[in-house]
């Protein structure tokens, strides 16, 4: 994968069941050496606050509960549909490590970082168990969710002429 400073894809996940589902993503695009982007992993949504800066773009993928059996991956823009995103916080915090992905943008917004370009994917999940493995239709939707990311870096790639 070709390092640049206009895109930073972040994975979030614990070895916890489906939970994995943002990490499994970092390394499915790591596979994809052709893109222009920078990929990380974080253990926790506030790990993501060190990094809103550091690109032009932020893709932030993680696992989400709920979600409509038929649609494997989704994607909210963080800036224009706050509504949306809090839903999918639906857990209260008993500590800073609790915060959700929701709480942490809106923390990052209050404290002057740009939210505009960043972007959650969303990839349903259903078990959650302590060091269990990932089921297969999270992982299905983690490729989806791969292929659908793969092909929109590629797409604004073209666009720029890089």
Not at 54 to 61: C, D, G, H
Not at 66 to 88: E, H, K, N, P
Request: proline fraction near 4%; charged fraction near 20%; aromatic fraction near 4%.
């Amino acid at each position: 994968m070709v390092r640049d400073k206009h895109t930073l894809i972040i994975g979030i996940g614990s070895p916890h069941g489906d939970d994995q589902i943002g990490w499994l993503a970092i390394d499915e695009l790591l596979l994809h050496g052709e893109l222009p982007c920078r990929a990380i992993k974080v253990s926790n949504p506030l790990q993501c606050l060190d990094h809103l800066d550091r690109a032009e773009r932020v893709l932030i993928i993680d696992a989400a509960v709920g979600m409509d059996v038929c649609v494997l991956s989704m994607r909210y823009d963080a800036s224009s549909q706050w509504d949306d995103c809090a839903t999918i916080n639906t857990k209260d915090p008993r500590g800073t490590h609790d915060l959700g992905l929701p709480s942490v943008l809106e923390l990052a917004l209050n404290l002057g970082h740009r939210v505009d370009h960043v972007e959650i994917w969303l990839v349903r999940g259903s078990q959650f168990q302590p060091l269990s493995a990932v089921s297969e239709a999270a992982l299905a939707g983690t490729h989806e969710c791969v292929q659908r990311i793969v092909q929109e870096v590629a797409d604004a790639r073209n666009i720029l002429g890089a």
